[in-house]
């Protein structure tokens, strides 16, 4: 069975600072890899995807994620913290072929002034 | 856009009661999920439909129903709600499942509905 574990359920950081979100992942085959998104309020929308191509990926608001087969880890990360990055961060995982996409626990990224 | 639209944001029931989470997307998709949300757990998937009329369980089906009379229309049931049943419902859809080998796989969703069941 396929899994993700985010380490850290809470993550703060001063803005401006580098962001670093944990992600480890679980496959017994190839993964697709997934990093959303949850402003309060608000449900969930995909930052960046990993499918098997580029191993750094780059998604929206300057965020990137780099998929690290020898570690099992897809960890988000972007250089400059900005006060409204304030969220949830999802990381997600599924296979070629599959219909279901098995979500992390969440980390709430916290950005002080 | 792909909108996602869940009827009921916020809803208060009694134990016992039947429930309908309803959940409409305007795309077109194939698929459409129920997960469900709570602290320190993250997303848990409880039903997917990948057709119309079809559906299949996901991790916790356990005191929910689904129907998909419709493509668009994907509703949630509570046959009888009881208390550890409240919590955030999220709505999803996608074009293709999201292992589909040529796809992003990426699920819209929609902004929740909060049950409590007293």
């Known amino acids: 069975a396929q899994s993700v574990t985010q380490l850290g359920s809470h993550v703060s950081v001063s803005e401006g600072a580098l962001v670093l979100l944990r992600c480890n992942y679980s496959s017994s085959v190839p993964p697709y890899l997934f990093w959303y998104v949850q402003y309060p309020n608000q449900g969930l929308q995909l930052l960046l995807k990993?499918?098997?191509?580029?191993?750094l990926v780059k998604g929206i608001n300057g965020f990137e994620a780099e998929f690290k087969k020898s570690e099992t880890s897809f960890h988000l990360t972007k250089p400059s913290a900005h006060m409204s990055d304030a969220a949830e961060y999802f990381c997600?995982?599924?296979?070629?072929?599959?219909?279901?996409?098995?979500f992390g626990t969440g980390t709430r990224l916290l950005v002080s002034p | 856009d792909v909108k996602v639209t869940q009827s009921s944001r916020y809803l208060v029931k009694r134990t016992g009661e039947k429930v309908f989470l309803e959940c409409v997307q305007d795309?077109?998709?194939?698929?459409m999920f129920w997960y469900r949300q709570d602290p320190g757990l993250g997303l848990r998937l409880i039903y997917f439909?990948?057709?119309?009329?079809?559906?299949e369980k996901g991790d916790i089906p356990e005191g929910y129903s689904v129907s998909r009379e419709k493509k668009e229309r994907f509703s949630l049931i509570l046959e009888s709600a009881s208390t550890n049943q409240t919590s955030m419902y999220l709505c999803a859809s996608s074009l293709i499942s999201p292992g589909h080998l040529t796809n992003t796989g990426e699920l819209f969703f929609g902004e929740g509905s909060r049950l409590t069941v007293l």
């Open positions: 990993y499918t098997s191509a580029a191993t």
């Open positions: 439909s990948y057709d119309v009329k079809m559906k």
């Open positions: 997600a995982v599924t296979k070629m072929g599959f219909q279901k996409l098995v």
């Open positions: 795309m077109d998709h194939e698929n």
